[in-house]
């Protein structure tokens, strides 16, 4: 029910105007608690495979993509929110004067790659440079992806390790 309820919100945001900026609100927060849930249940899921297969291998990386996925919906959300939070990213507008004028109406508009690009670059915690957060909540939300991004990997990576050792004792005590 989450992930329809995230689901639906993100494609109501698609379809409003610039102005109704807040309505990114919603998103941020349905996706940033689903994709947390759907990471936590994940590890656990995979805590409770007694065997290490191909099957294990594509749950982890779809859980490592979707933790991408929903990083880089976070930074459009918090970008239709907050203009400005990044430099470097196609945003859809033009500054005339001191006022940027939209030249898209819709938060459609937003360069959606370039923000999932920068996500995963900071769910890696690589870091090019050609995108950089400009405000604290923007930091902020950064800190938390590289932080997530580096936790999943060290809890997978114990996860699989763990039931490789495993797999691997029981495999010799039956050889012998």
């Known amino acids: 029910m989450l992930g329809l309820g995230a689901i639906g919100f ?3 945001w698609t379809l409003t105007p ?3 900026r807040n309505t990114g609100i919603p998103v941020i927060l349905l996706w940033t608690v689903f994709g947390g849930w759907s990471a936590i249940r994940l590890i656990q899921r995979l805590a409770r495979e007694c065997k290490v297969n191909g099957a294990v ?3 982890a990386l779809a859980g490592y993509l979707m933790l991408g996925l929903a990083s880089g919906l976070l930074l459009c959300g918090l970008e239709t929110i907050q203009p400005g939070s990044f430099r470097g990213i196609d945003i859809g507008t033009q500054l005339v004067g001191t006022q940027a004028v939209g030249l898209n109406h819709t938060v ?3 360069n959606f790659a370039e923000l999932n690009y920068f996500a995963f670059v900071s769910l890696t915690t690589m870091g090019y ?3 950089v957060p400009l405000t604290a909540p923007a930091s902020m939300i950064c800190v938390m992806i590289a932080v997530t991004g580096t936790f999943y990997i060290a809890a997978v990576m114990g996860v ?3 039931r490789l050792t495993i ?3 029981e495999q010799a005590r039956n050889a012998e």
């Open 167 to 169: 797999q691997e004792t």
């Open 129 to 131: 440079g050609d995108v």
């Open 10 to 12: 993100w494609l109501l």
């Open 108 to 110: 459609w508009g937003l």
């Open 57 to 59: 291998l594509q749950g």
């Open 160 to 162: 699989l390790i763990s």
């Open 18 to 20: 610039v102005e109704m």
